[in-house]
């Protein structure tokens, strides 16, 4: 537990994040339940559009559906900033639970992504799981989201259910892509709600 802590906080602190932990929230080994998938709302001259939503494929596999269109390459020029919100405990999300910045966006969300990068660039058809990734339309027939869980992401967490905004930014620092995500942290022997 000490070792698997303390990789959890040389991660936070390697990324140059800010946050303001509520240490009260238990933390432990987890599974990553996604519940949902979308675009932001506000999407106004982005090169890497997120045409993407999610649809109950069973009652424990949700799919991720749609298309990913990028007008300029998708590279190590672009800049990550990863903001979640969690829920709060009498409902409504609190923003500012963590946020995350990276710059090398492609190069990073492979490394963070592990093995869920090569299954997703897969279901989209892709033709390359190396960065960059070329100009075009990538459209998939449904990504299963649990395929999400092999991935290279800190093995411990604080339970709880969070949105995840994922923002890109140019080498201006304008927006130039975003989507959120709504997942759930929650031990390995509970059950998605
Ligand atoms: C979108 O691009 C146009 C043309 O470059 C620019 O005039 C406008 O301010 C941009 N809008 C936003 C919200 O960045
Ligand atoms: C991508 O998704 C958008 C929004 O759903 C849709 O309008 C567009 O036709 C799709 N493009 C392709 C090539 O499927
Ligand atoms: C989903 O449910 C089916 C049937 O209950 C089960 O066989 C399968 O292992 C479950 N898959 C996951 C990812 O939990
Ligand atoms: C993070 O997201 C929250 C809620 O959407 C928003 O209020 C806040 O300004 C965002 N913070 C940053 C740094 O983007
Ligand atoms: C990604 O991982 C590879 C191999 O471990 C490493 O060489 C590279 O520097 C990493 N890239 C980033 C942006 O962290």
Known sequence: MIIKTFGLILFFSLSESKNNFRPNLPLGEYRLVIDKVYPCGSRINHSVQFNIYSSKK?????????????????????????????????GGWIPNYYIFRGKKACSNLRNLTGNSWFTFVKAFNIPTDRCPIPVDTYITSGYDLTKFE?????????????????????????EVGCMVSEINFIRPWETPI
Do not use: C, H, Q
Request: net charge positive; aromatic share 16%.
């Open 58 to 90: 069973t009652s424990n596999i949700t799919e991720m559906k749609g298309n990913i269109t990028f007008l300029t390459p998708f590279n190590d020029n672009l800049a990550v900033d990863i903001n979640f919100s969690s829920w709060g405990s009498t």
């Open 150 to 174: 092999d991935n290279n992401l800190p093995k411990v967490f604080f339970y709880g259910k969070y949105k995840v905004v994922v923002r890109y930014k140019n080498v201006e620092n304008k």
